[in-house]
């Protein structure tokens, strides 16, 4: 019982971690009717929509579904203010851009697009901003993302130099979808260690286990012996004694 204890504490602690490491949908965008006129993503246009966190995640991926162009384009987050925010520059204010990658198209005109993500964020509001002529990105033949009505909780918005605001709502929203890992709090990775070292001490200091054999004599008389096991670091040592 001293060894399984701490066996199953650590088991359990381990299984809840596993929990953590899971990939998950972060965030979804709501969405309404299917528009029949997809979005462009361009030099011209970028599009996006903004999500919030409460704890502090990995994402992993961002889908959506575009095409379109066999040009490269730009996925960015962006910090907010709030989920209600747009961005404060035009098009980007210094800062507000924490993680960028760029992505390539195909002439499917639309398309599931996995585009792979590795940043961590703390709780907070952002944005995933799609569009083509940053970060390397060149988007000489405009793309389109899929398009749909907004409903009450849809966050879509767009870019537009020359239009006052540059950055406004829009009455449409996008497909997209945010997958990550939830980051466990500190504390939680103090009590895994603690865990593992609890298992640790307890391996090496060992644990008794007294086992009773009932075998016969040569003229087959019953008789009982007790086996004494002591595990060690490094295997077990067996004493054996009559009753």
């Known amino acids: 019982m001293k060894k399984i204890v701490p066996c199953l504490v650590l088991g359990s602690l381990l299984m809840t971690s596993q929990l953590f490491a899971t990939d998950i949908y972060l965030y979804q965008e709501p969405l309404g009717s299917p528009s029949p006129y997809p979005a462009a993503v361009a030099t011209w246009q970028y599009v996006g929509v903004r999500f919030q966190v409460d704890q502090p995640v990995q994402i992993t991926a961002v889908d959506s579904v575009m095409g379109d162009s066999p040009s490269s384009f730009f996925a960015a987050l962006v910090s907010l203010p709030s989920v209600s925010s747009l961005p404060q520059g035009n098009p980007f204010a210094d800062g507000e851009v924490i993680y960028s990658t760029v992505f390539n198209l ?23 901003i799609f569009g083509a ?30 239009t006052t605001p540059a950055w406004h709502d829009t009455g449409d929203t996008f497909d997209v979808s945010i997958h990550g890992i939830v980051v466990p709090e500190p504390s939680f990775i103090m009590l895994i260690e603690s865990g593992v070292f609890i298992l640790a001490i307890n391996r090496k200091c060992g644990f008794k286990r007294e086992d009773r054999v009932v075998q016969q004599d040569g003229a087959g008389n019953p008789y009982e012996h007790r086996s004494q096991a002591l595990e060690i670091e490094g295997g077990l040592e067996s004493q054996v004694r009559g009753a």
């Open 133 to 162: 002529g940053q970060f390397g990105s060149s988007g000489y033949i405009s793309g389109v993302i899929s398009t749909y009505s907004t409903v009450p909780d849809s966050t879509g918005f767009a870019w537009v130099p020359g």
């Open 106 to 128: 195909s002439w499917d005109f639309l398309a599931p697009r996995d585009i792979p993500f590795n940043v961590t964020v703390n709780p907070g509001a952002y944005a995933i």
